[in-house]
């Protein structure tokens, strides 16, 4: 069986379609090219591919919309690729499930390195069956979260940086450690603003009351902390 990743790419602009497409595939990676909406829908759903990347600015849409046809049907890894860095663009993206954000004008070497960053991520392995802390009991089989028997929802975003949090708990996790282990050492675009942001959201969904966290404890100046306990099942 081929190890070979397939990486669909979905860019309109020609030169620059062409210039990505070559660089990934002297990295060793099968890539399917699209520049529109239409051509990326036809070779998605009817291929297998491991990842995509995904502009967006689009001839006849644009990739947010696209975005949410995929994650209604696939767990897939997507990376967008735009001019656009506007922070609210960027939390958009990572809330409609992007996995990472890569702003134009952009080094090839920094797209490989996130993109095999991103791969990376693919390979860890589910040794537990469940994992408790306090209330909160998470499936990392099924990537469900329950407190108290219901079920949390939460983003893709939400969803790294909780499984990282209670994975390492009652430890400091810095802002440089969630960059280099969910977005990678070259995520300076992701700001500590926004990061702050999607901690602040998790916190609604996780605390009973967020202004006095039980699980997400805020060290000033340090970085972020799960508070609790938690034990492998």
């Given at each position: 069986?081929?190890?070979i ?58 990739g947010?919309q ?11 890894f ?5 001019a ?5 663009d ?55 979260v ?88």
């Amino acid at each position: 069986m081929s190890n070979i990743k397939k990486i669909l790419l979905v860019e309109d602009d020609q030169s620059l379609n062409r210039g990505v497409s070559f660089k990934l595939e002297r990295e060793g990676f099968m890539v399917l090219a699209a520049r529109s909406i239409r051509e990326a829908r036809d070779i998605f759903f009817k291929t297998e591919v491991d990842l995509v990347v995904l502009d967006v600015a689009l001839p006849d849409g644009d990739g947010f919309q696209f975005c949410r046809e995929i994650r209604k049907k696939s767990d897939v890894f997507i990376i967008f690729l735009t001019a656009c860095d506007q922070e609210t663009d960027i939390v958009m993206g990572y809330d409609m499930g992007a996995d990472n954000y890569i702003t134009k004008p952009f080094s090839m070497s920094v797209m490989v390195s996130k993109i095999n960053a991103v791969l990376r991520r693919g390979k860890s392995v589910k040794e537990y069956e469940k994992l408790v802390s306090k209330e909160i009991v998470f499936y990392p089989s099924t990537m469900m979260v329950y407190k108290k028997g219901q079920e949390i929802y939460l983003t893709r975003t939400e969803m790294k940086l909780f499984q990282y949090m209670i994975n390492n708990p009652q430890q400091i996790i810095t802002k440089e450690q969630f960059l280099n282990e969910l977005w990678d050492i070259e995520g300076d675009f992701i700001s500590e603003n926004t990061l702050q942001v999607h901690i602040r959201r998790l916190r609604e969904k996780i605390e009973a009351d967020p202004s006095d966290p039980q699980y997400i404890k805020t060290i000033r100046g340090a970085g972020y902390i799960w508070i609790e306990g938690c034990v492998h099942q």
